[in-house]
């Protein structure tokens, strides 16, 4: 898969401490001989009290050193996704495709937190790969998804509901001829080295990368606005460079599809 969040994968690092957080707990000095027993049972309360706070901190508190930072508030559960609307598109692969990008005016608005990336769809250079995204878009497919996989200065790549560049929408789609270059804002398909292997998961190229032009992945889209947005993704943590994912992936909070 071309390459990462809302398919081959690369990675980042996370800052990890040598050392292991903990806490001391002072001994409490033995109470004189001549103190009342009220005064006994005053300090017998303090001392329970006190070793019960030590054992919460203990159990909440910071342990031993994580490769993740500490994950953020959950996010909202992904909506149901109504099985009988992820097929594979209807639309086959062109015999005399046109020479450069073209779509019919139909475009696609990702919202996330960092704002939202509009793209301008390829339905007529690339039917296959542009009517399955409308397809899963608006089946929710792709709501509450991140963009797992992120590389600075290449790409950011994401579709794969279960985030670790293996997901899919359980079906595949036909390879088609790739009109267009590589160039900065071009959204294509994501794949393997099999033939019609690409499903759910694509990629937005941050900059020129002419080296992808042998490697099947077909381009369906162009980012029109929302750049910035793509930009600050990619400069997020990752995990490192032997699988870039995400440490704390942007979601596509929603997806949807604008016709002319």
């Not at 409490?28 to 009290?49: C, D, F, H, K, Y």
């Not at 149901?80 to 594979?88: E, G, K, N, V, Y």
């Not at 009517?131 to 991140?146: K, M």
């Amino acid at each position: 898969m071309a390459k990462r969040r809302r398919s081959t994968a690369q990675r980042s690092h996370v800052n990890q401490s040598p050392v292991r957080p903990g806490f001391t707990r002072r001994q409490m000095a033995p109470p004189s001989a001549r103190r009342s027993n009220s005064t006994w049972l005053l300090v017998g309360a303090l001392a329970i009290i006190s070793v019960a706070v030590l054992g919460y901190w203990f159990l909440l508190g910071p342990g031993a050193p994580s490769a993740s930072p500490s994950p953020s508030p959950s996010p909202s559960p992904r909506p149901t996704i109504d099985q009988s609307l992820l097929h594979p598109p209807s639309a086959t692969p062109l015999a005399s495709p046109p020479a450069e990008p073209s779509g019919d005016g139909t475009t696609a608005t990702i919202d996330t937190e960092l704002g939202d990336i509009v793209i301008e769809l390829f339905t007529e250079s690339a039917p296959v790969a542009a009517e399955n995204f409308i397809n899963l878009a608006e089946a929710d497919f792709y709501d509450g998804v991140g963009f797992h996989r992120i590389i600075p200065d290449f790409m950011i790549q994401g579709g794969d509901p279960e985030g670790t560049g293996g997901g899919g929408p359980g079906y595949t789609i036909r390879d088609e001829p790739i009109v267009g270059d590589y160039t900065r804002a071009t959204v294509a398909m994501a794949r393997n080295s099999q033939p019609n292997s690409q499903g759910s998961q694509f990629f937005i190229v941050v900059d020129d990368s002419p080296h992808l032009g042998s490697g099947g992945y077909v381009i369906f889209g162009r980012v029109t606005s929302g750049m910035d947005v793509v930009d600050q993704i990619v400069s997020r943590p990752r995990t490192g460079p032997d699988n870039d994912l995400a440490v704390d992936p942007v979601l596509m909070e929603e997806v949807t599809i604008q016709r002319p």
